[in-house]
């Protein structure tokens, strides 16, 4: 598999230029860090990755491969919950997936809990830190707001003596959840909310997913952050905007510890037209049954887009394109889907399918004859090569491929009408035989120009339309699935009054086709496949399938609505 490595070892000239990147080149150019590049990818284990954090994987692993420098993976679970494990699992597999190598080095901030709370023993033993016996809500409303300072907590100036003693009972489960909490002595009439004497530890008498129930106080996130950087050698400890006001806060710990301080550097969140890219809403997708799990093909997840058909290497020329910038902003889904489509271009072997079949019998064609015609695999890569696609007398063809009464500029078959059947023969409709009862077309008749072998006339004439089709006694059945945006609108996390963004929701994100009827090279196709199915789209063969029941996700269709957006307003090509 290919990783997140540059193509060639020329570092410096390989990556794609951001302020990131050149903030990096000028720290190895003043030798900051000894010439170390260190990053980390550090994901809360509270749900499944998405395409937003692939951003983030191809940033900070990216960078490290680029400067010879080194990418940790590290979960930051400073929250207990019982199903994180399951979230390990998933995001471990994701990541690598994208291609991010952590070369062994994967940490858990609960690793550190340990000197965590040593540290924060001498933050007491300092005079920084004092255990607070005001509620949540109290907490809270002493912060103060925006525009009013806050108000200091009466247990603010307790003696270290009784901080250590209260935090080391803390420690050892002598208090109710909730009833007191470690604070840093920061500064209660700060600008900066954050630094308003921030809550450091709180009780929470949970089980961990890997410390069990050794601790029945947690560090906070704020708290853990900037230590487990410190404690990896973290270099360059890149983030998104939002914690832009955070990092003086972290910067205050590492300060007062007097520990070994990496630099952060805030960058946008990656925002999608039409998608959420929020764990916690797509946690409510999943349990309120709206998808039918995290890998639903729907998802805007790692593994959704996985079993969808994304390939990483269309993910990653993604990333490279949007680049990275100081303010958020919002990406077209469409740009996502170019790219999908451009790597599948290249990769995807092309294949004949009908996905709502119309039987059309040539009555001119021999009985029993069956020939083997001659079928490019795909016109992009001359390695792939060719396969045999059986003809015979019975064939499907798309409904939507035929009109009994065809409209103005319609060019495929209707009665009288001559097209050309590809790598087959030209084909003329002549007659068309309906249910006496209903009135529904059952099957066409046609006849066929034996001349036109492989689907080209020796007298040069001409047809205005090429369609596909499979013999219906050599075609295989599948199952498959169609997919539109999972939201209505552009910007789903903007809720309707009165409602959340499930109000959005697209009921026909989903079409599930179980007639379809396929060319038989298919048969046999594996889990994770992918081809183009001739005219139709990009296809990708389901997780679930089995030798007896083929079912494919259709990946993008193949319309490029990106490159048309990009013709009309011209704007500028995105890089790739
Ligand atoms: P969510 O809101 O989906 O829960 P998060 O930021 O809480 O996201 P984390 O697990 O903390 O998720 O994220 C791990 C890393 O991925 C962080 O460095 C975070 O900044 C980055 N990240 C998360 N979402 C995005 C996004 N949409 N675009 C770019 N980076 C992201
Ligand atoms: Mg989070």
Same mark, same amino acid.
């Given at each position: 598999?290919?990783?997140?490595?540059?193509?060639?070892?020329?570092?410096?000239?390989?990556?794609?230029?951001?302020?990131?990147?050149?903030?990096?080149?000028?720290?190895?150019?003043?030798?900051?860090?000894?010439?170390?590049?260190?990053?980390?990818?550090?994901?809360?284990?509270?749900?499944?990755?998405?395409?937003?954090?692939?951003?983030?994987?191809?940033?900070?692993?990216?960078?490290?491969?680029?400067?010879?420098?080194?990418?940790?993976?590290?979960?930051?679970?400073?929250? $207990?919950?019982?199903?994180?494990?399951?979230?390990?699992?998933?995001?471990?597999?994701?990541?690598?997936?994208?291609?991010?190598?952590?070369?062994?080095?994967?940490?858990?901030?609960?690793?550190?809990?340990?000197?965590?709370?040593?540290?924060?023993?001498?933050?007491?033993?300092?005079?920084?830190?004092?255990?607070?016996?005001?509620?949540?809500?109290?907490?809270?409303?002493?912060?103060?707001?925006?525009?009013?300072?806050?108000?200091?907590?009466?247990?603010?100036?307790?003696?270290?003596?009784?901080?250590?003693?209260?935090?080391?009972?803390?420690?050892?489960?002598?208090?109710?959840?909730?009833?007191?909490?470690?604070?840093?002595?920061?500064?209660?009439?700060?600008?900066?909310?954050?630094?308003?004497?921030?809550?450091?530890?709180?009780?929470?008498?949970?089980?961990?997913?890997?410390?069990?129930?050794?601790?029945?106080?947690?560090?906070?996130?704020?708290?853990?952050?900037?230590?487990?950087?410190?404690?990896?050698?973290?270099?360059?400890?890149?983030?998104?905007?939002?914690?832009?006001?955070?990092?003086?806060?972290?910067?205050?710990?590492?300060?007062?510890?007097?520990?070994?301080?990496?630099?952060?550097?805030?960058?946008?969140?990656?925002?999608?037209?039409?998608?959420?890219?929020?764990?916690?809403?797509?946690?409510?997708?999943?349990?309120?049954?709206?998808?039918?799990?995290?890998?639903?093909?729907?998802?805007?997840?790692?593994?959704? /887009?996985?079993?969808?058909?994304?390939?990483?290497?269309?993910?990653?020329?993604?990333?490279?394109?949007?680049?990275?910038?100081?303010?958020?902003?919002?990406?077209?889904?469409?740009?996502?889907?170019?790219?999908?489509?451009?790597?599948?271009?290249?990769?995807?072997?092309?294949?004949?399918? !009908?996905?709502?079949?119309?039987?059309? !019998?040539?009555?001119?064609? $021999?009985?029993?004859?069956?020939?083997?015609?001659?079928?490019?695999?795909?016109?992009?890569?001359?390695?792939?090569?060719?396969?045999?696609?059986?003809?015979?007398?019975?064939?499907?063809?798309?409904?939507?491929?035929?009109?009994?009464? $065809?409209?103005?500029?319609?060019?495929?078959?209707?009665?009288?009408?001559?097209?050309?059947?590809?790598?087959?023969?030209?084909?003329?409709?002549?007659?068309? !035989?309906?249910?006496?009862?209903?009135?529904?077309?059952?099957?066409?008749?046609?006849?066929?120009?034996?001349?036109?072998?492989?689907?080209? #006339?020796?007298?040069?004439?001409?047809?205005?339309?090429?369609?596909?089709?499979?013999?219906?006694?050599?075609?295989?059945?599948?199952? /498959?699935?169609?997919?539109?945006?999972?939201?209505? /609108?552009?910007?789903?996390?903007?809720?309707?009054?009165?409602?959340?963004?499930?109000?959005?929701?697209?009921?026909?994100?989903?079409?599930?086709?179980?007639?379809?009827?396929?060319?038989?090279?298919?048969?046999?196709? #594996?889990?994770?496949?992918?081809?183009?199915?001739?005219?139709?789209?990009?296809?990708?063969?389901? #997780?679930?399938?089995?030798?007896?029941?083929? !079912?494919?996700?259709?990946?993008? #269709?193949?319309?490029?609505?990106?490159?048309?957006?990009?013709?009309?307003?011209?704007?500028?090509?995105?890089?790739?």
């Amino acid at each position: 598999m290919s990783t997140l490595k540059p193509e060639t070892t020329e570092t410096q000239t390989t990556g794609p230029s951001n302020f990131v990147r050149d903030i990096i080149l000028e720290d190895l150019k003043t030798n900051k860090y000894g010439g170390r590049v260190h990053t980390r990818f550090p994901p809360e284990p509270n749900g499944y990755l998405h395409i937003g954090h692939a951003k983030s994987i191809n940033l900070n692993f990216g960078l490290a491969a680029e400067f010879g420098g080194k990418c940790n993976l590290r979960f930051d679970d400073t929250n $207990p919950s019982k199903e994180e494990t399951e979230y390990v699992d998933s995001i471990i597999e994701d990541v690598r997936w994208i291609g991010g190598d952590w070369e062994g080095r994967l940490f858990y901030a609960s690793d550190y809990f340990g000197q965590l709370y040593e540290w924060a023993v001498q933050l007491i033993k300092a005079g920084k830190a004092y255990v607070c016996d005001l509620t949540a809500a109290q907490v809270r409303e002493y912060r103060g707001t925006l525009t009013e300072p806050g108000k200091q907590s009466p247990w603010r100036n307790r003696s270290v003596e009784e901080n250590l003693d209260l935090f080391e009972r803390m420690k050892a489960g002598e208090f109710p959840d909730g009833s007191r909490t470690l604070r840093a002595k920061v500064d209660m009439a700060s600008a900066n909310l954050n630094m308003r004497d921030p809550v450091m530890y709180r009780i929470l008498h949970a089980e961990h997913h890997r410390t069990g129930d050794k601790w029945c106080i947690y560090p906070m996130y704020d708290y853990t952050h900037g230590e487990s950087d410190s404690i990896e050698g973290i270099t360059h400890s890149i983030c998104t905007l939002e914690f832009e006001d955070h990092r003086p806060l972290y910067d205050w710990y590492l300060d007062q510890l007097g520990i070994y301080h990496p630099q952060q550097i805030e960058f946008d969140r990656l925002n999608l037209t039409y998608t959420l890219l929020s764990k916690r809403k797509l946690l409510t997708l999943v349990q309120d049954g709206h998808v039918s799990g995290w890998n639903d093909p729907r998802m805007p997840t790692i593994s959704g /887009v996985r079993r969808r058909g994304y390939t990483p290497e269309a993910i990653r020329n993604f990333c490279r394109a949007i680049g990275v910038s100081k303010t958020n902003g919002s990406i077209e889904l469409s740009l996502l889907e170019h790219y999908v489509r451009e790597d599948l271009n290249q990769r995807a072997p092309r294949v004949m399918a !009908v996905l709502r079949p119309l039987r059309v !019998v040539i009555d001119n064609y $021999p009985q029993d004859q069956v020939e083997e015609m001659e079928a490019i695999n795909n016109p992009e890569d001359a390695s792939a090569g060719s396969r045999k696609v059986p003809f015979s007398r019975v064939l499907y063809i798309e409904q939507e491929d035929f009109r009994e009464d $065809p409209p103005k500029h319609y060019f495929r078959l209707s009665p009288g009408r001559e097209v050309r059947l590809r790598y087959g023969y030209f084909i003329t409709c002549t007659g068309v !035989v309906k249910d006496a009862k209903t009135g529904a077309i059952e099957e066409i008749h046609c006849t066929y120009d034996p001349a036109t072998h492989g689907g080209n #006339a020796p007298d040069g004439r001409k047809v205005k339309s090429t369609i596909h089709w499979v013999s219906a006694a050599h075609a295989i059945d599948a199952e /498959v699935r169609l997919y539109e945006n999972l939201f209505l /609108v552009e910007n789903p996390n903007e809720a309707p009054e009165g409602k959340d963004f499930t109000a959005h929701l697209n009921p026909h994100s989903l079409e599930v086709l179980k007639g379809a009827k396929l060319e038989p090279s298919l048969r046999g196709a #594996a889990p994770g496949s992918r081809y183009q199915f001739e005219r139709l789209g990009y296809f990708c063969v389901d #997780a679930v399938t089995t030798p007896q029941s083929l !079912v494919f996700n259709r990946t993008v #269709a193949l319309r490029d609505t990106f490159a048309k957006i990009e013709k009309a307003q011209r704007v500028d090509a995105p890089r790739t």
